[in-house]
T-cell receptor, first 112, second 114 residues
Framework: EPEVTQTPSHQVTQMGQEVILRCVPISNHLYFYWYRQILGQKVEFLVSFYNNEISEKSEIFDDQFSVERPDGSNFTLKIRSTKLEDSAMYFC??????????FGPGTRLTVT | KQEVTQIPAALSVPEGENLVLNCSFTDSAIYNLQWFRQDPGKGLTSLLLIQSSQREQTSGRLNASLDKSSGRSTLYIAASQPGDSATYLCAVRQRTSGTYKYIFGTGTRLKVLA
């Protein structure tokens, strides 16, 4: 069964460094999403992407964040200058219709 | 501001019991509500999605209901099994200030004892 994949599973970076989290959505899905979950807290919506542009974003998704679909299969989340508070589990999701979403296993980002 | 609350925070039941998980939200202007399952260290698995115009959805042993006017949804699990042990999250999709938001509850940690 097709599934969303994410790499790496764990990323450790130093404060101020740029990181790129990668996701491969399910083939033929059209809607793509990023969420994050700080340890012990709720899952938070970051951004959704459709037709090669951001369609929705939350207050969390500030200028430090960007998303890109560099080719037909990858969907990336870039954090330009990481902060300690960016440490979290980042989940990618995709959807064929914009309603039901299929999530990847997540990337654990640790900023030291 | 939309707040999504899930009660109880944790639940432990013997195998075979039927159980109900609760989700409440403060703003009834939602587009849909989705129930997810999260296993430790893993991603989210979508269980059921209820559109705002629907009252319930069923999938196997799971049944989810939605009462928008009272701001409540329940997830009913029939004949629980140890494999059902996980954290169950509900999330509402809402539009505010021109931006759609997906707002999650804090979850209910379920443990089904063999």
């Amino acid at each position: 069964e097709p599934e969303v994949t994410q790499t790496p599973s764990h990323q450790v970076t130093q404060m101020g460094q740029e990181v790129i989290l990668r996701c491969v959505p399910i083939s033929n899905h059209l809607y793509f999403y990023w969420y994050r979950q700080i340890l012990g807290q709720k899952v938070e919506f970051l951004v959704s992407f459709y037709n090669n542009e951001i369609s929705e974003k939350s207050e969390i998704f500030d200028d430090q964040f960007s998303v890109e679909r560099p080719d037909g299969s990858n969907f990336t989340l870039k954090i330009r200058s990481t902060k300690l508070e960016d440490s979290a589990m980042y989940f990618c999701a995709s959807s064929p219709s914009g309603y039901e979403q299929y999530f990847g296993p997540g990337t654990r980002l640790t900023v030291t | 501001k939309q707040e999504v609350t899930q009660i109880p925070a944790a639940l432990s039941v013997p195998e075979g019991e039927n159980l109900v998980l609760n989700c409440s939200f403060t703003d009834s202007a939602i587009y849909n509500l989705q129930w997810f399952r999260q296993d430790p260290g893993k991603g989210l698995t979508s269980l059921l999605l209820i559109q705002s115009s629907q009252r319930e959805q069923t999938s196997g042993r799971l049944n989810a209901s939605l009462d928008k006017s009272s701001g409540r949804s329940t997830l009913y699990i029939a004949a629980s099994q140890p494999g059902d042990s996980a954290t169950y999250l509900c999330a509402v999709r809402q539009r505010t200030s021109g931006t759609y938001k997906y707002i999650f509850g804090t979850g209910t940690r379920l443990k089904v004892l063999a």
